[in-house]
C-alpha cells in the first residue's frame, strides 16, 4: 500500500514560465472568476464549465470570495454567481477539493460548451493506488495545463489590476513525480498524489531545460489531449523561486465530487423565486 503523507499543500500563485498563449476558441469550457459584478478584475481563479451553467474550480478559490461579488467570464459573457457548493467533506489543506459555481444565464443567448470529465475509473482507495494503476503515458503531448496566468516575477505584484492572460504548457502526468521531486534532500517522504511537471523525474535529475518550464494557477484545467477530457482540476502547489517544481491536481472522481455535482444540479434546477438564508443549502440536505 502507499502511503499519503499529507505535508503543506500551498495555494498556488497563478503564474507562468514558457507557457504558450491560447484564444478561448480553442478551449470555450474554460472560464475566470473574478471578485466583482461590474468589473473585469480582480481575477481570482480559473474555472471549467462541466454543465449549462454549472462550473468547477479549485475550492480553495471559493473560500475566499462572497457569492453577491463574484462574477464568471466566460464565453465573453459576464456570469452572476448564484451559489459556491462547497466539498461537503474536505481534506486537510485542501488539497484534494473542487468547488462548484452555479450561475444565471438569464441574459445568455450563446451556446454552452462544456467540457467532458475523466470517466477511466471511480476512486477505490485513499491512497491513490487506483491512479497508480492508471499507467499515464509520459509522453508530454497527451496532457496540457492551461488557465489564466501572469508571468514570473510580475506575480509577487499583489496588485487588483494584475493582467492574466488565457496559456497552456504540455506536462508530464504521473503519480511519482511529487515524491521523487519534493523530496527536500530524503527529509520527508509521501506525496504519493496526482501531479505534473514539465519534465518527467529523469530529466528533472537530470538538469534538463526543459524543467524551467512552468504553469500553475488556482482552478486550472488538465487536459487530456488524446481523449478530449478533463482529467483534473489544479489545486496545490510549491513555490521556490530558484526552481520550477511539481503542480498538484485533483481528479473528479470521488464519491465526494458526485455528491457536490448532485447538490450543483438541484440548486440549478431548482424554480423557487423566495430565497432566504440557508434555502440553497436546505436542497442538498438529503441525497436519498
Not at 70 to 75: A, K, L
Not at 128 to 155: C, P, Q, R
Request: negative net charge; proline residues 3%; hydrophobic residues 40%.
Amino acid at each position: 500500500m502507499m502511503s499519503l503523507f499529507i505535508s503543506v499543500f500551498n495555494p498556488l500563485e497563478n503564474y507562468q514560465v514558457n507557457a504558450v498563449g491560447v484564444t478561448e476558441d480553442k478551449y470555450p469550457w474554460i472560464a475566470r472568476v473574478v471578485h466583482s459584478r461590474l468589473s473585469d478584475m480582480p481575477y481570482m481563479c480559473t474555472a471549467v464549465c462541466v454543465e449549462h451553467r454549472i462550473f468547477i474550480t479549485a475550492a480553495r478559490c471559493l473560500y475566499s470570495l462572497k457569492v453577491t461579488y463574484t462574477t464568471v467570464i466566460y464565453q465573453n459573457h459576464h456570469f452572476p454567481v448564484i451559489t459556491f457548493v462547497v466539498p461537503s467533506n474536505t481534506t486537510k489543506q485542501a488539497f484534494d477539493d473542487i468547488g462548484f459555481i452555479v450561475v444565471n444565464d438569464e441574459d445568455f443567448h450563446g451556446e454552452w460548451v462544456t467540457v467532458a470529465l475523466f470517466d477511466t475509473t471511480n476512486r477505490t482507495d485513499e491512497d491513490f493506488e487506483w491512479f497508480a494503476d492508471l499507467n499515464l503515458s509520459e509522453d508530454a503531448s497527451e496532457h496540457v495545463v492551461l488557465g489564466y496566468a501572469t508571468k514570473k516575477g510580475i506575480h509577487v505584484i499583489k496588485s487588483a489590476d494584475r493582467n492574466f492572460t488565457l496559456t497552456e504548457l504540455e506536462v508530464i502526468v504521473n503519480i511519482n513525480i511529487c515524491p521523487e521531486i519534493l523530496i527536500f534532500n530524503n527529509l520527508i517522504t509521501g506525496f504519493h498524489v496526482p501531479c505534473y511537471h514539465s519534465c518527467s523525474v529523469a530529466q528533472f535529475k537530470g538538469n534538463d531545460p526543459k524543467c524551467s518550464n512552468y504553469h500553475g494557477v488556482v482552478g486550472g484545467a488538465v487536459f487530456n489531449t488524446k481523449t478530449n477530457k478533463l482529467l483534473g482540476i489544479t489545486t496545490w502547489g510549491s513555490y521556490f523561486f530558484k526552481h520550477e517544481l511539481p503542480v498538484g491536481f485533483s481528479v473528479p472522481n470521488s464519491k465526494n465530487f458526485f455528491e457536490d455535482y448532485t447538490c450543483a444540479r438541484r440548486i440549478k434546477r431548482d424554480k423557487g423565486l423566495l430565497v432566504i438564508d440557508g434555502y440553497y443549502q436546505a436542497l442538498c440536505e438529503d441525497f436519498n
